[in-house]
C-alpha cells in the first residue's frame, strides 16, 4: 500500500494551492484520511481529517481557509488551502487508516503515510 501526495510549490501570500493524495495497492477499505504537516524545526501537526463518512475537523490555525475532501471511489484525500500566509509554509503529509486482507496476514488496519509535499509561502 503506497501514498502518493502531490500539489506542493511556491506560491504567495494570499493565494491558493490544492494538495492531493491518492492511494494505491492491496486495498479493501480506508476509514479516516488528513493532512499533517511539519514546519522546519517543529512537531508535526495535524491540520485536517476526513471520516470515511464525511466528519471533518481542522486544526484552529486553519479555520475557513482550508478545506479538506475526499473521494472515496478513487480513494483520494484533497486539501484546498486558500489565504495561504508564510506561517503556512511546511512540508505536507497526507495519511490514512487502511483495511487490507491477506491469506498469510488475515485482516489488518495500519496507518500509512505518504511522502511529504513542500508547500512554500512567499511573503
Known amino acids: 500500500v503506497q501514498l502518493q501526495a502531490s500539489g506542493g510549490g511556491l506560491v504567495q501570500a494570499g493565494g491558493s494551492l490544492r494538495l492531493s493524495c491518492v492511494a494505491s495497492?492491496?486495498?479493501?477499505?480506508?476509514?479516516?484520511m488528513g493532512w499533517h504537516r511539519q514546519a522546519p524545526g517543529k512537531q508535526r501537526v495535524l491540520v485536517a481529517s476526513i471520516t470515511k463518512g464525511g466528519t471533518i475537523s481542522y486544526a484552529d490555525s486553519v479555520k475557513g481557509r482550508f478545506t479538506i475532501s475526499r473521494d472515496n471511489a478513487k480513494k483520494s484525500v484533497y486539501l484546498q488551502m486558500n489565504s495561504v500566509s508564510p506561517e503556512d509554509t511546511a512540508v505536507y503529509y497526507c495519511n490514512a487508516d487502511i483495511i487490507t486482507f491477506s491469506r498469510t496476514s488475515g485482516w489488518q488496519t495500519s496507518a500509512y503515510w505518504g511522502q511529504g509535499t513542500q508547500v512554500t509561502v512567499s511573503s
Open positions: 495497492g492491496n486495498i479493501f477499505s480506508i476509514n479516516d
